[in-house]
C-alpha cells in the first residue's frame, strides 16, 4: 500500500490536540490523588501549597495554557496493533505533531543538541521526541502514551546494577536516598517509578514505564504489590511534604516493573514524575476515532 | 512565621525583618536569569544589562509569548513562568549578589553553604516559590518591561517582569546565616534512616 498521506494529517491533528490539552490537564488518577493528599496535609506550609497547586490546575484549565512552564522532553510509548492500517505514518505524525503542538500550546522549548550544544527550537532533535515502541498482535488500534519529561522531575533518575547480595534492600536503599536528596527538588509529591531486571537499561526502562500506569494501581505479582505499598508506607513516614516543605506525606505512590533477572545481578532503575505528572494515554482506531483513557470525557 | 507585603526596591531594613519560614508577597521588578546569566555575570565578568540593586532575580525560564505586531516595538505577555531548581546556582549565586545587589533571590528548592554565606555578607534572601504552579505565577505578573540578552534563548534571557503580590514566597535562608531546606534535610535524613530500619525482614525474596 502506498504512502496515505491524509492519514499522517489525520493522525497528527489528533495527536497534536492530544498533546495540547496533556500540557495543561493532569490526568485524572493524578488529580484524585492530589485531592485525597491535601485532605490529610493540613498542617504546616503543606495546606497553603496545596491550594496554589489547586488554584494552578483550575487556571491551566480556565486559559488553555500548560500547567508548568517546563513541558519536559516529549516522549512517546506507542503499543502498535500489527494489524493497525497506517504503520509508516505514525512516526512522521507523531514529529508532526510535536511540532504544531509546539506553536499551539505553546510548549517551552526544550530540545538541546548534545555535542553541538544548541536548542533546536521546535522541541524535534536528534531521536526527539522519544518514541519507544512494543507490537500488540491481533490489534488494530493504537495505544499512544504521551509524557513530558521536565527537567526537576528527570534528575532523580538513576540505574545502577546491583551484585545480588546486596538483595531487595539494596534497592530500598538507593530508592531512598535519592528521594531525600534530588528528590525534594523534583515537586512532590512525586509518583515514583522502579524498574528491576538483569542490566541497567532494561531496568531504566521498566522504571519510566512504571510510571506510565495509574496511580494506586498494583503490580500484578503479589510480592511486587506488597512492595510498592511498603515503599509507599516508608517514604510516606520521612514526610517529604508538597514541595518538599514537610508534611504527612511524600509521595503520590510507588509503582514497580520488573524483567527476569540474570542469576549475578541485581538491576535497579528510578524515574520520577513530579506531582504536575503530565502524562496521558490514548487509544485510536482505524476509523481515528478515540478513547482518551486517560482524561476521561475529554473531546479534542 | 509571619508574612509581609513588600515592594521593589527593597531595603536592607526590610530584608532584616524576615527570617526563615516567613512568606512574602511581592510587588514591583523581577528579573529572570538561570544558568547562562550567572555564567555571563560571574564567570564572564559583564555587567548585568538590568538593575537589579534592590530587586530579585528569578531562578526560572519562562515561556513568553510576542503580542506586539510586525514593525510595533516587541511587546510580549507571560505564558507560563515558574521556578526552577535554585541548586544549579549555588556555585555563583554569592558573587552574583555581590555584583549586582540583588536582595531577593527566587527559586526551587534549598541553596548551599556558599549562597547561605552570600546572604549573610549582602544582607540578601532565598526564597521558594511552589514548584510547578506556573500558571498562577504568571498572573501575578502584569507586565514585562523588556528582555535583555535575548540571544540565550527564551528561557536563558533576562525578563524584565513586573508583579503584584507575587507569591507566596517562603523564605529559605535569611540575612542571618539560617537555612530552612538544608534543617528539613537533616530531618528527612534522620527519618529516611528509621523507614528503611522498618523495611528490614519484608524484602527478604531471595531466601
Ligand atoms: S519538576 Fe515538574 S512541576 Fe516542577 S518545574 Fe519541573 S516539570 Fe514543573
Known sequence: MSYDKAAEERLSELVSAFICHASGHLPDDVRKRLSEMAEVENEGFAPEIYNVMKKNMEMADKLGRPSCQDTGIPQFFARVGTKFPFLDEIEPALIDAVKKATERAPLRHNAVEVFDEYNTGNNIGHKVPWIDWELVQDSDQLELYFYMAGGGCSLPGMAKVLMPLEGYEGIAKAVFDQMTTYGVNACPPCLVGIGIAGSAEVAAKLSKKALLRPVGSHNENPKAAQMEKDFEEGLNSIGLGPGGFGGKLSVMGVNIEQAARHPATLAMGLSTACWAHRRAGIRISPDFTYDFFTHKGVTL | ?207
Open chain 2, 1 to 207: 512565621m509571619s508574612t509581609f507585603y513588600f515592594t521593589t526596591p527593597v531595603s536592607d531594613e526590610d530584608i532584616r525583618k524576615v527570617h526563615i519560614g516567613d512568606v512574602i508577597y511581592l510587588t514591583g521588578d523581577i528579573t529572570t536569569g538561570r544558568d547562562d546569566v550567572h555564567i555571563r555575570v560571574v564567570n564572564g565578568g559583564k555587567d548585568s544589562p538590568v538593575d537589579l540593586k534592590g530587586k530579585a532575580i528569578f531562578h526560572a525560564g519562562p515561556i513568553m509569548k510576542k503580542i506586539s505586531a510586525e514593525g510595533e516595538p516587541d511587546k510580549y505577555k507571560v505564558i507560563s513562568v515558574g521556578p526552577t531548581t535554585s541548586m544549579r546556582m549555588e556555585k555563583a549565586e554569592a558573587e552574583f549578589l555581590k555584583a549586582t545587589g540583588t536582595k531577593i533571590i527566587i527559586g526551587k528548592g534549598g541553596m548551599g553553604p556558599k549562597t547561605t554565606q552570600g546572604c549573610v555578607d549582602n544582607c540578601a534572601i532565598h526564597t521558594i516559590f511552589p514548584g510547578g504552579c506556573a500558571v498562577v505565577a504568571a498572573e501575578e505578573c502584569v507586565d514585562v518591561e523588556g528582555v535583555e540578552w535575548l540571544d540565550l534563548g527564551m528561557p536563558e534571557a533576562m525578563w524584565k517582569l513586573k508583579a503584584e503580590n507575587f507569591g507566596p514566597l517562603i523564605v529559605s535562608i535569611d540575612s542571618y546565616g539560617n537555612n530552612l531546606i538544608e534543617n528539613n534535610k537533616v530531618e528527612f535524613q534522620s527519618k529516611k534512616e528509621a523507614a528503611l530500619e522498618g523495611l528490614k525482614g519484608k524484602l527478604d525474596f531471595m531466601h
